[in-house]
């Protein structure tokens, strides 16, 4: 080798010797997988869970690129892609894999029986076989999760006080969210208890929505509950729009819908459940056996009220409820 020829080599060695060494710790960052059925950001709908999500693992100690690596995979409504997005992030080798709601898990499930999944705002998580318990997962599948039974009691007694004699309620539902049926028969319990006639709206993806609501009227329904999954998520606005046309109290499961016009919702924060999801990666980066981790619930229930929908429909909301309300809409 000339004199010239080693000076070039050497110097070019070290031009790429810093960008080598930029590259190489990423290969051996944990990986982990993120599947959301919407739209990627800016669009709102997983805006908010992705932040806090984020800032649990902040709060941890995790910085994006320089001690973790977040894959994420967008169904953007297309729940069909589900399955597709899943092998994406199985073939990455992805350390654990992240996802709202239960019909997600139920694709993950069927995708891996190895890779730890973490469930956010799981519904019914023992009745639908995604863990033998919640003290313990005894599978991969572990996460935060709620019971349908306490949360349809609850909402269908605060339609009773904020609809003073109504007592048709239609029922939306996905049949395609596994978790769906238990809590409509946990609903159908409760209306029972409470003298409710339930008309039951079954949709299996939006083509669906206009003939439900046009089913509601025919049925004269005088309130409408939802049963919280992952397509209405995606589908908040064409939802919204269409109680606001067909006139119904709508009872929902999350505050933006009621930001967004229905009249109340009750349920867990999923804000927060995103944000305590990061814990679960902490444990299983730190060794936890995800058989081995419990699921948790939310110790905390939001009431959140939308008084410009109730004066829109003609109706006073009770003391007794504003007494309850986290949050109140004016």
């Given at each position: 080798m000339t004199a010239r020829s080693f000076i070039i080599a050497f110097a070019?060695?070290?031009?790429?010797?810093?960008?080598?060494?930029?590259?190489?710790?990423?290969?051996?960052?944990?990986?982990?997988?993120?599947?959301?059925?919407?739209?990627?950001?800016?669009?709102?709908?997983?805006?908010?869970?992705?932040?806090?999500?984020?800032?649990?693992?902040?709060?941890?100690?995790?910085?994006?690129?320089?001690?973790?690596?977040?894959?994420?995979?967008?169904?953007?409504?297309?729940?069909?892609?589900?399955?597709?997005?899943?092998?994406?992030?199985?073939?990455?080798?992805?350390d654990i894999l992240v996802t709202g709601g239960s019909q997600?898990?139920?694709?993950?499930?069927?995708?891996?029986?190895?890779?730890?999944?973490?469930?956010?705002?799981?519904?019914?998580?023992?009745?639908?076989?995604?863990?033998t318990s919640f003290a313990r997962s005894g599978g991969n599948i572990m996460g935060l999760a709620f019971q349908n039974a306490d949360l349809s009691t609850k909402r269908l007694e605060l339609l009773k006080e904020a609809v003073p004699g109504g007592t048709r309620v239609a029922v939306l539902w996905n049949t395609h969210n596994p978790a769906s049926a238990s809590a409509v028969r946990a609903t159908e319990e409760a209306a029972q208890l409470l003298g409710f006639q339930l008309h039951l709206l079954e949709v299996q993806g939006p083509h669906d929505f206009d003939s439900?609501?046009?089913?509601?009227?025919?049925?004269?329904?005088?309130?409408?509950?939802?049963?919280?999954?992952?397509?209405?998520?995606?589908?908040?606005?064409?939802?919204?729009?269409?109680?606001?046309?067909?006139?119904?109290?709508?009872?929902c499961e999350q505050r933006a819908f009621v930001v967004d016009g229905c009249l109340m919702a009750y349920g867990p924060s999923f804000t927060q459940m995103w944000r305590r999801a990061a814990t679960y990666v902490d444990k299983i980066l730190k060794g936890a056996k995800p058989a081995d981790l419990p699921i948790e619930q939310p110790m905390k229930f939001e009431l959140?009220?939308?008084?410009?929908?109730?004066?829109?429909?003609?109706?006073?909301?009770?003391?007794?409820?504003?007494?309850q309300a986290d949050e109140v809409i004016r």
């Open positions: 070019l060695g070290v031009l790429i010797t810093p960008l080598a060494a930029e590259v190489q710790p990423s290969a051996n960052l944990p990986r982990i997988g993120i599947l959301l059925t919407g739209a990627p950001p800016p669009a709102p709908d997983h805006s908010m869970s992705l932040e806090a999500f984020r800032q649990g693992l902040r709060d941890l100690g995790y910085v994006e690129g320089q001690n973790i690596i977040l894959e994420f995979r967008y169904a953007e409504g297309r729940f069909e892609r589900l399955p597709g997005l899943t092998a994406e992030l199985v073939h990455l080798k992805v997600p898990v139920q694709v993950l499930k069927q995708a891996t029986s190895t890779i730890p999944i973490v469930g956010v705002a799981l519904a019914d998580p023992v009745g639908t076989g995604f863990s439900a609501f046009d089913a509601a009227q025919k049925g004269r329904a005088q309130a409408l509950l939802q049963v919280g999954s992952p397509l209405f998520n995606t589908h908040k606005k064409t939802l919204v729009d269409l109680v606001g046309q067909s006139r119904l109290p709508a009872s959140v009220i939308n008084l410009k929908t109730a004066k829109a429909l003609g109706l006073t909301i009770p003391p007794s409820i504003l007494f």
